[in-house]
């Protein structure tokens, strides 16, 4: 225990905050590059443009919040592995923090304990990134708010053009500057659709990425404390193995003394019959007490093999669950 105390058992999320940092950098970067065309698309509709911005830069703080809450849980752990004071008390895993003091101190912990907790600690991660799904899918949703709020200008403005050409009369040149005038309004409202949607996809692409970091900081964390505890995991107890056993061998010595009784009457020439008989129902009970245990027994067997057969299903569904977040 003292050698697997000697470092942490998990690492820092730095990494994964580094990354997010160099691709906003990039974005940032990509954005000035593009300034020019930028800047009118924004300036096409700068209100519901300047929301969907405000929303983004809401989502890129909560996400780096949601590697920056990783740290004092890490804290946590390290400190109590390694046994030093000063850890302060987790958040996510509150409902760990006495487990894992106890496999600190050396105590091994059966899988069926930990397990569920370590369950309970992934559920609670995930909550946390639920509002970075929500918050991309509304960005795409104002985005398309946009795009039919420009193409209902667009429409309307096409049906006023076209009414005025038909009320109109006279010179050709007259109307076709007329047409012109008439539709700087629609192309407008086409550049108010457009823009929305650019602005839309590009703020939800940025929080995927940054979403996908996230996931995988959790990821790793909750891997190194399973890799961690099953390091240390403990023999799982099975209830009532033991005593069928004992009381199996005990019935077993039983009948064997009353086979030796009776065989020692039979061999006898001077034995009773009411001693044989006596020897002849000792012998059938310790028969029957023996066929008892032995049905007892395998029921327990029965019982145990399902127990671990619903594990191996809980534990299917977990590694099932955590393959389909790796793949999300």
Known sequence: MAASAASPPLTSPRIYLVRMVVFLILVGFLAFVLYRQIVPAFLANPGLNGLILGVLFIAVLLAFGQVQRLFREIRFVNRTVMQETGAGEPRVLSAL???????????????????????????????????????????????????????????????NVIRSMRAGGGDAAVMFDELKSGLAVPLSGIGLAFSASLFGLAGSLTIGFLDLQAGQAHTRFSHELEDWFVARAGPEPVQGAIQPARTSEASLRDLAEAVTRLSSLVGDSTGNSRASTQAMANLAEGIQGLVQHMRAEQQMIRDWVEAQASRERELKQVLDRLSRERVE
């Open 97 to 159: 923090a006495p487990t894992l003091r106890e496999a600190a101190a050396g105590q091994p912990i059966p899988p069926s304990v930990f397990r569920p907790l370590l369950d309970s600690v992934v559920s609670r991660l995930d909550e946390g990134r639920d509002i970075l799904r929500y918050i991309a899918g509304i960005l795409i949703l104002l985005g398309l708010l946009g795009t039919f709020w420009g193409l209902i200008d667009t429409l309307s403005a096409v049906g």
